[in-house]
């Protein structure tokens, strides 16, 4: 098994720039790609970025291209989600998950493990 913990969520207003971290541990040796999503009251996840093992390749949602920056520390087995230039409608909780897969997907039914979220909110 492995474990997924989020932090670095909190209330910030729009423009401003917050990062996220997610802290892995159990059998992170069968981790390959790792991932954000978010999920807002009533709607379904929705993938945010994802990036591979080495950390050579990425995949972003587009809302989040050119605003969100996802990389990977193998050494402390944690990914990070860089967010600038935050709006509003970025308001919601954002999940980190784990993948046995190769593959950077974007469906949340690729990944394997998922953390308990990080609450961030923007304020106008």
């Known amino acids: 098994q492995v474990q997924l913990v989020e932090s670095g969520g909190g209330l910030i207003q729009a423009g401003a720039s917050l990062r996220l971290s997610c802290a892995a541990s159990?059998?992170?040796?069968?981790?390959?790609?790792m991932g954000w999503f978010r999920q807002a009251p009533g709607k379904e996840r929705e993938f945010v970025a994802g990036v591979s093992r080495s950390g050579a390749t990425t995949n972003y949602a587009d809302s989040a291209k050119g605003r969100f920056t996802i990389s990977r520390d193998n050494a402390k087995n944690t990914v990070y989600l860089q967010m600038n230039s935050l709006r509003p409608e970025d308001t919601t909780v954002y999940y980190c998950?784990?993948?046995?897969?190769?593959?950077?997907?974007?469906?949340?039914?690729?990944?394997?493990?998922w953390g308990q979220g990080t609450q961030v909110t923007v304020s106008s």
């Open positions: 998950a784990a993948s046995t897969r190769v593959r950077v997907g974007a469906r949340s039914d690729e990944y394997d493990f």
């Open positions: 159990g059998r992170t040796a069968t981790i390959y790609t």
